[in-house]
């Protein structure tokens, strides 16, 4: 009988003590963003925009106005014998205009990973997507701790 009430208590206790991370709802950034422009690779200038919306349209007294000039490169970067590519180099530069009442501040960043030739293209194609998308959500982190300090 004790086996039977453990076996219910427990997760009972667990699931109702409302465990949130703590810096899941930290929204405590004093700054907002006005407008973003985009120059440059489609592909980067969507994630950063759906990184940076959450910080749009508040009415904070620090407001800036962002011009993003990205590039996305792929270059060979080491081939085998017979002359096929075996690892490329992946460049993601992003660069930042911020501009607001008082001052104006470029900000850059690049990042770049080595990435294998893989004979199945779509795991390539996967895991090259899911590398650019950690390395703007770096940059994104970077922007964001320097428009606060601002």
């Not at 009988?1 to 949130?20: D, S």
């Not at 508040?58 to 002359?83: A, H, M, P, R, V």
């Not at 993601?92 to 990435?115: A, S, Y």
């Not at 996967?126 to 964001?144: A, F, G, P, R, Y």
Request: aromatic fraction near 10%.
């Amino acid at each position: 009988m004790k086996k039977y009430i453990y076996i219910i208590l427990v997760p009972v206790f667990l699931l109702g003590c409302q465990y949130t991370p703590i810096y899941s709802n930290q929204n405590d950034y004093n700054f907002s963003i006005e407008k973003i422009n985009f120059v440059g690779n489609s592909e980067i200038n969507d994630l950063v925009q759906k990184k940076l919306i959450r910080f749009q349209n508040k009415n904070d007294e620090k407001k800036f106005i962002i011009t993003t000039t990205s590039s996305y490169k792929k270059i060979s970067q080491s081939k085998n014998l017979s002359g096929k590519t075996t690892d490329y180099l992946i460049t993601i530069e992003i660069i930042f205009k911020i501009e607001n009442e008082k001052e104006q501040k470029t900000l850059i960043n690049k990042k770049e990973f080595l990435i294998k030739n893989f004979s199945d293209k779509f795991e390539e194609n996967k895991l090259e997507k899911s590398k650019k998308e950690i390395l703007v959500n770096s940059i994104i982190n970077e922007l964001i701790i320097q428009l606060s300090r601002i």
